[in-house]
């Protein structure tokens, strides 16, 4: 019972002072809070297939609520302090600092991380694609990202390393479809349904080319270029479509065994030694 008596009497004779330290507090956890806040919406943002995720969502939800509990109890402890509830003032900041910070580490150890591996299909192929390479757009969440036939990965072409590797920095989407679901490719589609439309054009780098005019309703031209490669039963192996008058701006589109692999490239950037690598790669995410 002395025991309580002397800690009322501590907390009544020093509640200015804990009512400063709760401010000082205070002030020191905004800059810390929105820190984390920030750090963890870049992750949020750019990482969203990590297994850190849920940590990341968890530490900036509990930065906000940090805050907005230690600003109570300097704001609440002042205004009992000027009411003259000394020993409630003191009791305010010890009392809810003490569970913010003793509660929200605890809390945290009952998170679990997501998952390493993404199941994916292409075809009735089942492929477990590691976390760095799931396609993502910034900001969008994994379950929003829209429906593919096949599946896409995002990688860095020069190395095939993924999202957070060191050494990727550019990143580009490589879209995996089934031979026979080439449909779902608008240039494949467009390939044999408009073949017959095309013009001819001089042949090179073992590419034959193709132009393929559209008339815009506003009286302008829009011409595609298209290099393909055939096998010697005049059947498409490879696919560059050039959708302005640049080839700069060209999608490859190459069968590799039963898949189509489509990404960012010009004739001169993609050839089969590019794709053999990505097919090893994609080949050791398939299930067995």
């Not at 920030?38 to 849920?54: C, E, K, M, N, R």
């Not at 031979?179 to 390939?191: C, F, G, I, M, Q």
Request: glycine fraction near 8%; proline fraction near 5%.
């Amino acid at each position: 019972m002395d025991g309580f008596v002397q800690v009322g009497r501590i907390l009544r004779s020093r509640a200015g002072t804990f009512v400063v330290i709760g401010w000082l507090l205070f002030v020191v956890s905004i800059p810390i809070c929105l820190s984390v806040v920030v750090v963890t919406a870049i992750d949020l943002t750019y990482f969203a297939a990590s297994p850190q995720i849920p940590f990341d969502k968890y530490d900036n939800d509990a930065s906000w609520i940090f805050l907005a509990s230690v600003a109570f109890a300097a704001v609440a402890s002042s205004i009992a302090l000027a009411l003259e509830f000394r020993a409630t003032a003191s009791a305010l900041v010890v009392a809810i600092w003490g569970v913010a910070v003793a509660g929200i580490p605890v809390a945290r150890s009952f998170v679990k991380p997501g998952p390493e591996y993404f199941e994916r299909h292409a075809g009735q192929e089942t492929f477990w694609v590691p976390w760095k390479y799931v396609a993502t757009s910034p900001g969008v969440p994994l379950e929003k990202m829209p429906k593919e036939v096949g599946f896409s990965a995002d990688l860095c072409l020069s190395n095939l390393l993924g999202r957070g590797d060191v050494g990727c920095g550019f990143i580009q989407s490589v879209h995996v479809l089934p031979s026979e679901n080439s449909d779902a490719d608008p240039d494949l589609k467009s390939w044999r349904e408009y073949r017959s439309q095309m013009s001819r054009g001089l042949d090179r780098d073992g590419y034959q080319s193709f132009d393929l005019s559209f008339a815009r309703p506003s009286g302008r031209t829009l011409v595609h270029h298209y290099f393909a490669r055939l096998n010697l039963n005049g059947q498409l192996t490879r696919l560059v479509v050039c959708h302005v008058n640049s080839e700069r701006f060209c999608i490859t589109h190459a069968l590799v065994g039963n898949y189509w692999l489509g990404y960012q490239a010009g004739s001169a950037e993609g050839d089969e030694v590019l794709d053999g690598k990505l097919a090893a790669l994609i080949e050791s995410w398939r299930r067995k």
